[in-house]
């Protein structure tokens, strides 16, 4: 800058950095600067690629051109715009000259350094750095004087100096440090005086404070938590609802659980609380019948679903027919349309149109004849689907008599087998319940002779009675299982030889020529075919005396045919009332036949007499 009278200067604010060219700062205390050349100033603004700003914003060069500066591409700011401090500066080249002015303030002047020295070392800038160190302060700087100084490069919170000449300087933002390391290096004078304790030369550089660092940690931590609880938020919108609550098992819950199983408006959830109340074992002996109560409730539902079901495939089928009929009425009308085309198309009416009108009929009659094939492809498709269902229904028919034969029979006696042994283990857990009930109760009591001990003593007999009759159905039952495979292996053994049979008489068919000596052998062949067919007819299955038993057991007052059937049939749906009463007759020691009812109302009656015997005696 050019030096002028003291009478002649003015007052600017603006202190311009090299390293931050958008961080234009304006000092609280006003630098004194020539008025009458104001180009020093605008050299400087101009070597960062800047307009030069007045206070007022009006450019002080009026032929300014932005792409002389050394920050070309830049467009032109001003310096006076609010919240321009906080724009992060652009990066700037490593082999760019950095030129520093001279520094007027009120009471000191500050000299920039040579530029060719080299810059002097810096510590590394600490974490969330607020504070600076200045060194090389004049002994006769006083706290004063370094507010003046430093408080151009932002709001200063403490400053503590030290008698060695030098300093720390805390300031309120982080982005004011290098604001104030840019005076690093310059030569410090107060006033015009030349004495050795009016000069010095300023370091700047970053200092740790544990204030920085504290402060700068829960900046941090802050950070941290808004994003663990950005992420919670993110997780919780992602996450897919938790089921609802189910209510704990009680003798409130359960009746109004069976009336909800009942409903078919809340029936499926209702029958999701009674899957959790089973699979947590809320079952017991106290309970089991209002859990068996709603799970035959339950089980009754399955009638309404096969009946909705019904109806949905019926309302299927007729959209199906309803679609099929719209869209065979939209081909034929397709080829009433195509028929029109083709019809125009012949010379009779084809001389009368003009050029444009054929070409148009032509494409037309294309574009009918594409959407009409595709129609048809669509219909044949569904034509074929419908053809393949049925074929597959007829292949399940086909099947479904070789595997009613002897397979079926043996798989029914496996069943038959399985359930009662099932219910002979149910019979030796509750022995053994009343065993446990009886000895408990023997500790506890003195031995007295009640008329409770006596009927669970009779209890006792009944089942193992029962027990016993159960062993021997079922080792009835294994040997009946046996000869039914036995037979099984014989016929199968039969059909093999009767087909070696077939294909030997076949190969001797082919050598024969005369016609005498082919019908014997042909009839031949169809008796022994005949035989076969009374072979497999021969194996039929036999409903089983101890399920029939259990069944009239459960039920005191007896049962009639037809009750028995239905309740056979589930287990065997060839068992029909015929065979059921003749196998009931074959035993008259284990079932009886009563007349029950006057009048019309007389109905005959099979009951269970197996312990009738065991009783009176």
């Keep these: 800058l050019s030096r002028h009278s003291e009478s002649t200067k003015m007052k600017y604010t603006p202190l311009l950095l090299p390293d931050m060219s958008k961080h234009l700062i304006s000092f609280p205390f006003p630098m004194t600067m020539p008025m009458s050349d104001p180009n020093a100033w605008a050299t400087a603004m101009n070597n960062l690629g800047m307009a030069p700003m007045g206070m007022t914003g009006q ?24 919240g321009l401090g906080y724009v992060p500066p652009p990066p700037l080249p490593q082999d760019l000259p950095i030129v520093k002015e001279i520094i007027h303030c009120q009471s000191c002047t500050l000299f920039p350094p040579n530029p060719h020295l080299p810059s002097p070392a810096m510590r590394e800038r600490p974490p969330g750095c607020k504070t600076v160190f200045v060194g090389g302060l004049p002994e006769n700087a006083t706290e004063a004087l370094i507010v003046e100084v430093f408080g151009q490069c932002g709001d200063i919170i403490a400053i503590r ?97 069976g009336d909800k199983i009942k409903d078919e408006a809340v029936f499926a959830e209702a029958v999701r609380v009674l899957l959790t109340w089973v699979e947590r074992g809320e079952v017991n002996r106290r309970n089991a019948n209002n859990f068996y109560s709603m799970i035959q409730s339950s089980n009754s539902h399955i009638r309404q679903l096969m009946s909705q079901k019904a109806t949905h495939e019926k309302e299927m089928e007729e959209a199906k027919d309803k679609f099929k009929s719209a869209l065979s009425g939209i081909l034929a009308q397709f080829e009433q349309i195509v028929s029109v085309f083709h019809a125009a198309s012949k010379q009779k009416a084809w001389d009368h149109f003009s050029k444009a009108q054929r070409k148009n009929l032509d494409v037309w009659r294309k574009q009918a004849e594409e959407i009409r094939n595709m129609q048809n492809e669509e219909l044949m498709g569904i034509r074929r689907e419908e053809e393949m269902e049925m074929s597959d229904e007829d292949m399940e028919d086909t099947h479904n008599p070789d595997q009613s034969g002897p397979v079926s029979q043996a798989e029914a006696l496996k069943e038959e087998n399985d359930s009662l042994r099932c219910q002979l283990d149910a019979y030796r857990n509750e022995v053994e319940l009343l065993k446990q009930e009886q000895g408990k109760n023997q500790e506890h009591t003195p031995p007295q002779h009640s008329e409770e001990d006596a009927c669970r003593q009779q209890q006792l007999t009944f089942l193992q009675q029962a027990l016993q009759g159960m062993q021997k159905q079922l080792l009835k039952m294994c040997e009946e299982m046996k000869q039914r495979e036995a037979e099984m292996e014989k016929t199968v053994e039969d059909k093999q030889q009767l087909e070696s049979q077939v294909k030997s008489l076949k190969e001797g068919l082919q050598g024969l020529k005369t016609l005498t000596t082919h019908t014997p052998q042909v009839s031949n062949t169809h008796t022994q075919h005949m035989h076969t067919l009374q072979l497999y007819s021969l194996v039929s299955l036999s409903p089983s005396s ?37 196998l009931l007759g074959r035993l008259p020691c284990t079932f009886k036949q009563e007349l029950t009812g006057v009048g019309a109302s007389l109905e005959k009656r099979w009951k ?3 312990f009738e015997g065991i009783m009176i005696t």
């Design 161 to 257: 100096k030290s008698k060695k000449n030098f300093c720390h300087i805390r300031f309120t933002e982080e982005f004011t440090v290098d604001r104030a390391l840019f005076l690093s290096g310059y030569r410090m004078r107060l006033g015009s005086s030349t004495d050795k304790k009016d000069t010095g030369r300023l370091h700047v550089d970053f200092a740790q404070a544990r204030d920085d660092l504290y402060e700068w940690e829960c900046r941090q931590r802050m950070y941290a938590r808004e994003e663990r609880h950005r992420r919670r938020m993110e997780e919780d919108r992602f996450r897919p609802p938790s089921p609802p609550l189910i209510v704990h098992y009680s003798d409130h819950e359960c009746s109004q659980l």
């Design 546 to 582: 101890g399920i029939i038993s259990t069944f009239l057991h459960v039920h005191p007052f007896g049962a009639s045919i037809e009750y028995i059937c239905s309740y056979l049939q589930r287990l065997n749906t060839k068992i029909n009332t015929g065979e059921v009463d003749a």
């Design 608 to 610: 269970f007499c197996g």
């Design 59 to 82: 450019p002080l060069m009026s032929d300014f051109d932005s792409g002389l500066g050394m920050m070309t591409g830049i467009a032109p700011m001003n310096p006076m715009m609010p």
